[in-house]
């Protein structure tokens, strides 16, 4: 296990990526996929994958040296450590008895992008308190500026309030809590009180009973977030961007760019909460988050792989962002 150093955080920050299901992405590339019938690959990929770990890749492609904690069993948690060593994020690793999974990502060149998820190994009580010690202990580094980001779903055996134990251990050391999730975890989470909240359409939908049309429910729904717990809200809308609303802020802030065509979208929502942390470390202005989050996920769309951003793809696009307050 790596542990973090304090002097390696630029802008005295420690940013902390958490993976309670972590995997490896396997793309497969072939020509018109067709379901039911034999279909040949013409190119294979195994990258590391799991929100959190294109999170810690988002951001260090931003220039920071995220920290990703996780899960890891077999041989495939071997080939994920590995992996995300190879691009130097730092890793403590918390071992499993079942393998980490593998999710498959079938690219079709036609454009149609397929996700085959695995529900992942289950995980035992005894892995469960080791990973809560492992986060309670990283949290309590010295820095000026602490984030956690938890983001994922949750394998067999991780209780339901997981997300929510997380984003109080980090609170009681004093590292702001940034929740992805979905589903009940998430609502669990949001009683907890996260800092942030970022999650795409169908999640707030599910979590907040509003029916998101365009920027203006989304706004609704990013309020009722803040209602349910969280102290700032993020509705991702895909290639319409973002809707983003602070505790006591009256208006809410809708942040787009012009779509690009994308290799794939997977990732995007990723680098777009990357964005979010990086600013937050920062100080920037929640306007001036929501843009770089912006550029962040659309600068995604250009990569070769997901959270694989660079600096230069996200300034340019930064550029481009308009903003409108709603």
Same mark, same amino acid.
């Given at each position: 296990?790596?542990?973090?150093?304090a002097?390696?955080?630029p802008?005295?920050?420690?940013?902390?990526?958490?993976?309670?299901?972590?995997?490896?992405?396997?793309r497969l590339?072939?020509?018109?996929?067709?379901?039911?019938?034999?279909?040949?690959?013409?190119?294979v990929?195994?990258?590391?994958?799991?929100?959190?770990?294109?999170?810690a890749?988002a951001?260090?492609?931003?220039?920071?040296?995220?920290?990703?904690?996780?899960?890891?069993?077999?041989?495939?948690?071997?080939?994920?450590?590995?992996?995300?060593?190879?691009?130097?994020?730092?890793?403590?690793?918390?071992?499993?008895?079942q393998?980490?999974?593998?999710?498959?990502?079938?690219?079709?060149?036609q454009?149609?992008v397929?996700?085959?998820?695995?529900?992942?190994?289950?995980?035992?009580?005894?892995?469960?308190?080791?990973?809560?010690?492992?986060?309670?202990?990283a949290?309590?580094?010295?820095?000026?500026k602490?984030?956690?980001? #938890?983001?994922?779903?949750?394998?067999?055996? /991780?209780?339901?309030? %997981?997300?929510?134990?997380?984003? @109080?251990? =980090? *609170?009681? !050391?004093?590292?702001?809590a940034?929740?992805d999730?979905?589903?009940?975890?998430?609502?669990?989470?949001l009683?907890?009180?996260?800092?942030?909240?970022? #999650?795409?359409?169908?999640?707030?939908e599910? /979590?907040?009973?509003v %029916?998101?049309?365009?920027?203006? @429910?989304a =706004? *609704?729904? !990013?309020?009722?977030?803040l209602?349910?717990?969280?102290?700032?809200?993020?509705?991702?809308?895909?290639?319409r961007?973002?809707?983003?609303?602070?505790?006591?802020?009256?208006?809410?802030?809708?942040a787009?760019?012009?779509?690009?065509r994308?290799?794939?979208?997977v990732?995007?929502?990723d680098a777009?909460?990357?964005?979010?942390?990086l600013?937050?470390?920062?100080?920037?202005?929640?306007?001036?988050?929501?843009?770089?989050?912006?550029?962040c996920?659309?600068?995604?769309?250009?990569?070769?792989?997901?959270?694989?951003?660079?600096r230069?793809?996200v300034?340019?696009?930064?550029?481009?962002?308009h903003?409108?307050?709603?």
């Amino acid at each position: 296990m790596n542990k973090p150093a304090a002097h390696s955080h630029p802008f005295a920050s420690a940013f902390f990526c958490v993976s309670l299901n972590p995997a490896i992405d396997t793309r497969l590339i072939l020509n018109g996929f067709l379901p039911g019938r034999v279909n040949r690959v013409a190119d294979v990929n195994r990258t590391p994958g799991g929100k959190a770990a294109h999170v810690a890749m988002a951001l260090k492609g931003l220039g920071a040296t995220p920290t990703w904690i996780g899960f890891s069993g077999g041989a495939t948690g071997k080939e994920l450590l590995a992996g995300l060593r190879l691009l130097e994020i730092e890793t403590m690793a918390i071992s499993t008895s079942q393998s980490s999974r593998v999710n498959l990502e079938i690219l079709d060149t036609q454009g149609e992008v397929t996700e085959i998820l695995e529900p992942g190994g289950t995980i035992t009580q005894t892995e469960w308190s080791e990973f809560q010690q492992v986060c309670a202990g990283a949290f309590q580094l010295v820095a000026d500026k602490k984030i956690a980001v #938890i983001s994922g779903s949750l394998p067999p055996g /991780v209780p339901t309030e %997981a997300c929510a134990v997380l984003v @109080s251990s =980090a *609170q009681s !050391a004093n590292c702001l809590a940034f929740v992805d999730s979905s589903g009940l975890p998430l609502s669990k989470a949001l009683a907890a009180g996260p800092d942030l909240v970022k #999650i795409n359409r169908e999640e707030a939908e599910f /979590v907040t009973q509003v %029916a998101i049309l365009d920027p203006i @429910s989304a =706004a *609704q729904a !990013a309020r009722k977030l803040l209602e349910l717990g969280a102290n700032s809200a993020v509705v991702s809308l895909g290639e319409r961007g973002l809707v983003g609303v602070r505790r006591h802020d009256r208006l809410a802030i809708h942040a787009w760019t012009a779509p690009l065509r994308p290799k794939s979208t997977v990732g995007c929502g990723d680098a777009a909460l990357a964005g979010l942390a990086l600013a937050a470390a920062t100080g920037l202005s929640f306007e001036q988050s929501l843009a770089l989050a912006v550029a962040c996920g659309t600068s995604n769309c250009l990569a070769a792989f997901p959270g694989r951003i660079s600096r230069e793809d996200v300034s340019r696009i930064e550029q481009g962002v308009h903003i409108e307050l709603l």
